[in-house]
Every structure is written in structure tokens, then in C-alpha cells.
């Protein structure tokens, strides 16, 4: 992916497992909705079947370290636990032109769950 521009950064909270992370839009919305997104299984993050996610070692995420560990190292589960700490994560949109670098903040009991994330789009 070339030079990419960062286009804003959203911290959505998901109250239940009922609702997804919307990354094109930056908001939580119903479960139907959403066509790039973050779904909730249990204690675990799930990318839309069309997208490819990246959980990087620790430390700062770059758009560049995101395509690399897509293609060498990609992740189908996301479980809550190996992203303890904010450690990033990014997720491909299904055709290929946007990333978006996440972190979970918060993961609490009572089912919400709070994620920072930031929108890049192919420039």
C-alpha cells in the first residue's frame, strides 16, 4: 500500500455481542449493517470473512508493518487475551484499499467492550 492518509480516529464502545465495530465508519452498529467490520465471538474479535487481520508483537503499528504482517503472518482469531495491553491489530477492508489499526482498550464482564482505532485510507 502506498502513502496512506489517515482519516480519523474513533474509540466505540460495543455493549453486547449483538452489535459490530463498523471500521469504514468508525461506530458501533447492528449486526446487519456492517460490510468491514469487527464482530464479537465470546472473548474473541472476528474480521468480516472477506478481510485479513495482522496482530503485531507489541510497540506502534505503521500502515506498511500492517500489509507486511498481512501477507506473511495473518490472523483469524483475535482473542481478547493475546490483545491485552493495547497491543495492535489491523484488518484489511475486503478490497484492499483501507486498513484500519486497532487496540482494544477495554474489555469489561457485563459483555461491552471499548476499542481505539484508526482509519487509513490508499491515497
Given at each position: 500500500?502506498?502513502?496512506?492518509?489517515?482519516?480519523?480516529?474513533?474509540?466505540?464502545?460495543?455493549?453486547?455481542?449483538?452489535?459490530?465495530?463498523?471500521?469504514?465508519?468508525?461506530?458501533?452498529?447492528?449486526?446487519?449493517?456492517?460490510?468491514?467490520?469487527?464482530?464479537?465471538?465470546?472473548?474473541?474479535?472476528?474480521?468480516?470473512?472477506?478481510?485479513?487481520?495482522?496482530?503485531?508483537?507489541?510497540?506502534?503499528?505503521?500502515?506498511?508493518?500492517?500489509?507486511?504482517?498481512?501477507?506473511?503472518?495473518?490472523?483469524?482469531?483475535?482473542?481478547?487475551?493475546?490483545?491485552?495491553?493495547?497491543?495492535p491489530f489491523c484488518v484489511h477492508s475486503p478490497d484492499r484499499?483501507?486498513?484500519?489499526?486497532?487496540?482494544?482498550?477495554?474489555?469489561?464482564?457485563?459483555?461491552?467492550?471499548?476499542?481505539?482505532?484508526?482509519?487509513?485510507?490508499?491515497?
Amino acid at each position: 500500500m502506498q502513502v496512506s492518509t489517515r482519516s480519523r480516529k474513533a474509540e466505540p464502545t460495543s455493549p453486547d455481542t449483538g452489535y459490530k465495530f463498523d471500521l469504514k465508519t468508525g461506530k458501533v452498529v447492528s449486526a446487519e449493517t456492517a460490510a468491514w467490520y469487527l464482530a464479537r465471538d465470546g472473548q474473541a474479535f472476528l474480521p468480516s470473512e472477506e478481510s485479513d487481520a495482522f496482530v503485531a508483537d507489541a510497540g506502534e503499528l505503521s500502515v506498511d508493518a500492517c500489509v507486511r504482517g498481512i501477507e506473511t503472518r495473518p490472523a483469524a482469531a483475535l482473542p481478547f487475551g493475546a490483545l491485552a495491553k493495547a497491543r495492535p491489530f489491523c484488518v484489511h477492508s475486503p478490497d484492499r484499499s483501507e486498513i484500519a489499526i486497532v487496540r482494544l482498550v477495554e474489555a469489561s464482564p457485563d459483555g461491552a467492550v471499548t476499542i481505539s482505532a484508526d482509519h487509513y485510507r490508499r491515497s
